[in-house]
């Protein structure tokens, strides 16, 4: 089991920064492959990144790829996503996830049984 809980949401203008953060609790954070999914309203909630556990290897959303950036720091056990030249339409609420037992990085929503409670993030033109 682990527990997951977002931070670093808030409002800033296009072209600007914001740096999420994941903190997990429990144990073997390690093990797990770790994503962010958001979700805007009114839409299904979207792939955004992911790392696997094994190598640290990424992978991004067609949306986000070249702008945001996924890491992990596991003696702190945190994931975090960089957000650079934030766009509107990068408006959304910011999900963490976790799941284990993946070899390969998954994109699918239904493959992560560990959620946080969503961070918002809101782009001003």
């Known amino acids: 089991q682990v527990q997951l809980l977002e931070s670093g949401g808030g409002l800033v203008q296009a072209g600007g920064s914001l740096r999420l953060s994941c903190a997990a609790s429990?144990?073997?954070?390690?093990?797990?492959?770790m994503a962010w999914f958001r979700q805007a309203p009114g839409k299904e909630r979207e792939f955004v990144a992911a790392?696997?556990?094994?190598?640290?290897?990424?992978y991004y959303g067609d949306s986000v790829r070249g702008r945001f950036t996924i890491s992990r720091d596991n003696a702190k056990n945190t994931v975090y996503l960089q957000m650079n030249s934030l766009k509107p339409e990068d408006t959304a609420v910011y999900f963490c996830?976790?799941?284990?037992?993946?070899?390969?990085?998954?994109?699918?929503?239904?493959?992560?049984?560990?959620w946080g409670q969503g961070t918002q993030v809101t782009v001003s033109s």
């Open positions: 790392m696997r556990w094994s190598d640290g290897s990424t």
């Open positions: 996830a976790a799941t284990i037992g993946y070899s390969s990085i998954v994109v699918d929503t239904l493959a992560y049984p560990y």
């Open positions: 429990g144990r073997s954070f390690s093990s797990y492959n």
